[in-house]
């Protein structure tokens, strides 16, 4: 039986794109094990900033997927976007509560004391807090209940992943290339919906007068 290439698409697609997101989550794993490149003098402060990058990789990646359906006019790529956007808010997750309850060790009050002192932290909190409804909304049932205001909550991703890009650059205080390569490939992801958009909104030209 020969499968087409949409079928093979949806059957490996999905089970690669996941073993691919969980792989970064696998390998932290395992240096905290001891094995592979070693986390340095303070492991849970590259464990915590690990988590977070990735979870805003990820996010970009989703975000990615509905410029890369416009650009080749495919559908194929939103078969990803909801599992790739999950994998980007359990990396977060994992981020925040390794900040939370391993470097901070639940201490309630100076968690306040740096989410209200720390701007670059207050810019990583809110963008969690934007994330948690999409996270908790993204199952087709959410969707369905919620109808076309699915769409609009949804929109929050944009600036939650504005507030992410922000949170890394001033996070790194010296070396911000890599932050602003991120903050340059949303711009461009952005971009892409704004043209679509503005496509969409512009007048369709006058038709041409028809010869004598």
Same mark, same amino acid.
């Given at each position: ?32 094990? @001891? ?10 402060? !590259?464990?915590?900033?690990?988590? $977070?990058? %990735?979870?805003?990789? &990820?996010?970009?990646?989703? &975000?990615?997927? !509905? ?6 006019? #495919?559908?194929?790529? /939103? ?12 990396? /977060?997750?994992? =981020? ?11 201490? %309630?009050?100076?968690? /306040?004391?740096?989410?209200? *002192? ?18 908790? !909304? #993204? ?10 205001? %699915?769409?609009?909550? =949804?929109? &929050? ?6 507030? $992410?890009?922000? =949170?890394?650059?001033?996070?790194? *205080? ?11 490939? /949303?711009?461009? &992801?952005? @971009? ?7 496509? +969409? ?9 028809? +010869?004598?």
């Amino acid at each position: 039986m020969v499968l087409s290439a949409d079928l093979l698409w949806r059957r490996l697609g999905k089970p690669l794109v996941f073993a691919v997101a969980l792989l970064p989550l696998v390998l932290l794993a395992l240096r905290a094990a @001891g094995h592979g490149a070693p986390l340095g003098a303070n492991p849970v402060a !590259t464990l915590t900033d690990a988590l $977070g990058q %990735w979870a805003l990789r &990820l996010l970009l990646a989703t &975000l990615a997927l !509905t410029p890369l359906r416009i650009l080749t006019g #495919s559908p194929r790529w /939103l078969l990803y976007r909801r599992m790739l956007g999950l994998y980007a808010f359990f990396y /977060l997750l994992l =981020h925040v509560t390794m900040y939370v309850g391993v470097d901070q060790r639940f201490d %309630w009050p100076r968690l /306040l004391e740096d989410v209200a *002192k720390r701007l670059w932290i207050t810019l990583g909190f809110a963008a969690f807090v934007l994330l948690v409804p999409l996270a908790a !909304t #993204s199952t087709g049932r959410a969707q369905r209940w919620l109808g076309a205001r %699915w769409r609009r909550l =949804h929109t &929050l991703v944009y600036p939650a992943a504005v507030l $992410g890009c922000w =949170h890394f650059y001033w996070q790194v *205080k010296r070396d911000v290339r890599e932050p602003l390569a991120y903050a340059l490939v /949303l711009a461009l &992801l952005l @971009g892409v919906r704004a043209w679509r958009a503005w496509r +969409r909104r512009a007048p369709a030209p006058a038709p041409a007068a028809s +010869r004598a």
